[in-house]
């Protein structure tokens, strides 16, 4: 199975503050590699899909690019409610996975 | 809007099978590839496995052969059966929307339901 690695693990972050988190994975995947945001108590939403795809409805401070093993999501200008942790998840093969997640804390 | 419901039981017993439902609303079932994630307490995200709206399957291979799903496009409902469980399969367990193609991004979520295993 494809493994996901996710870098940091955890972040003390300010408002307004740019972020970065990357996703490394054990193989080339191309492009099919989807971001997810949870916060707690709740589900996990699509922030972004196939590396760079925007979706409707999330704040453009929202981006992606990689693409192959290595890939990364940035958060422009940092609000509050991005307080959250973050997940890339692999569908390029079987069985589907999911990085160990990156836990985003405002200071 | 589409959205999904999972339900089911909150306690199994170990040894027991674990069976939930999800409920697709506002949309429709057919077409799409729907998925089962679970989530253990303070833990990350598990892929379990999927099924489409014909009954094609695939399961994580490390759940070792305990998982069986199944559809109901007349209900708008699928289903998902873990067997001999234990403490490690309590868990939150979420049902997802992928695309028309289950590589797809998981674009929908049910709030998710919390099984206990005691």
């Given at each position: 199975?494809?493994v996901?690695?996710?870098s ?9 503050e ?12 191309g ?9 707690p108590?709740?589900?996990p939403?699509?922030l972004?899909?196939y590396?760079?795809?925007s979706i409707?409805?999330?704040p453009?401070?929202?981006?992606g ?12 200008s940092?609000?509050a409610?991005?307080a959250?942790?973050?997940y890339?998840?692999q ?10 997640g ?6 | 809007?589409?959205q999904?419901?999972e ?7 170990p040894?027991e099978t674990?069976s939930?439902?999800c ?16 989530q ?5 995200l598990?892929w379990?496995?999927?099924?489409s709206?014909?009954?094609t399957?695939y399961?994580n291979p490390s ?8 559809i109901?496009?007349s209900?708008?409902?699928f ?10 399969d309590?868990?939150v367990?979420?049902?997802?929307r ?8 998981f674009?929908?979520w049910?709030?998710g ?5 005691s």
């Amino acid at each position: 199975e494809i493994v996901l690695t996710q870098s940091p693990d955890s972040q003390s972050v300010t408002p307004k503050e740019k972020v970065t988190i990357t996703c490394r994975a054990s193989q080339s995947i191309g492009s099919n590699l989807h971001w997810y945001q949870q916060k707690p108590d709740q589900s996990p939403k699509l922030l972004i899909k196939y590396a760079s795809q925007s979706i409707s409805g999330v704040p453009s401070r929202f981006s992606g690019s990689g693409s192959g093993t290595d890939f990364t999501l940035t958060i422009d200008s940092l609000e509050a409610e991005d307080a959250a942790t973050y997940y890339c998840h692999q569908g390029s093969t079987l069985p589907f996975t999911f990085g160990q997640g990156t836990r985003l804390e405002m200071k | 809007q589409v959205q999904l419901q999972e339900s089911g039981p909150g306690l199994v017993k170990p040894s027991e099978t674990l069976s939930l439902t999800c409920t697709v609303s506002g949309g429709p079932i057919r077409n799409y590839y729907w998925n089962w994630i679970r989530q253990p307490p303070g833990k990350g995200l598990e892929w379990i496995g999927y099924i489409s709206y014909r009954g094609t399957t695939y399961y994580n291979p490390s759940l070792k052969g305990r998982v069986a799903t199944s559809i109901d496009t007349s209900k708008n409902q699928f289903s998902l059966k873990l067997t001999s469980v234990t403490a490690a399969d309590a868990a939150v367990y979420y049902c997802a929307r992928a695309g028309y193609s289950p590589y797809e991004a998981f674009d929908i979520w049910g709030q998710g339901t919390t099984v206990a295993v005691s």
